[in-house]
Nanobody
Framework: VQLQASGGGLVQAGGSLRLSCAASGSTFSLGTMNWFRQAPGNQRELVASITSGGSTNYADSVKGRFTISRDNAKKTAYLQMNNLKPEDTAVYYC????????????WGQGTLVTVSS
């Protein structure tokens, strides 16, 4: 199973970006999907989560600006980021709980989001 993250880029403060995280591979089940981010010199932090049933949670720093969603048929999660701020600059990573034979956590590669002031 592979997770492919995409959608990062350079945007001005106040702008928007949408990240995608697509899961692919052999037969598997997708559980909770998450977006993390890591800024230079900082620890990786959880930004948003969505369960297979659609329940969501957000870090306080992004509430009201970011929206996580998923398309279970496409095995893809999205992170819509609006009103971006320079402090949102980071490498964004997706991860997911995946069951092939048993439940494990898989990580995608990072996608860089840079917000200029």
């Amino acid at each position: 199973v592979q997770l492919q993250a995409s959608g990062g880029g350079l945007v001005q403060a106040g702008g928007s970006l949408r990240l995608s995280c697509a899961a692919s591979g052999s037969t598997f089940s997708l559980g909770t999907m998450n977006w993390f981010r890591q800024a230079p010199g900082n620890q990786r932090e959880l930004v948003a989560s969505i369960t297979s049933g659609g329940s969501t949670n957000y870090a306080d720093s992004v509430k009201g600006r970011f929206t996580i969603s998923r398309d279970n048929a496409k095995k893809t999660a999205y992170l819509q980021m609006n009103n971006l701020k320079p402090e949102d600059t980071a490498v964004y990573y997706c991860n997911a709980n995946v069951r092939v034979v048993r439940w494990d956590t898989y990580w995608g590669q990072g996608t860089l989001v840079t917000v200029s002031s």
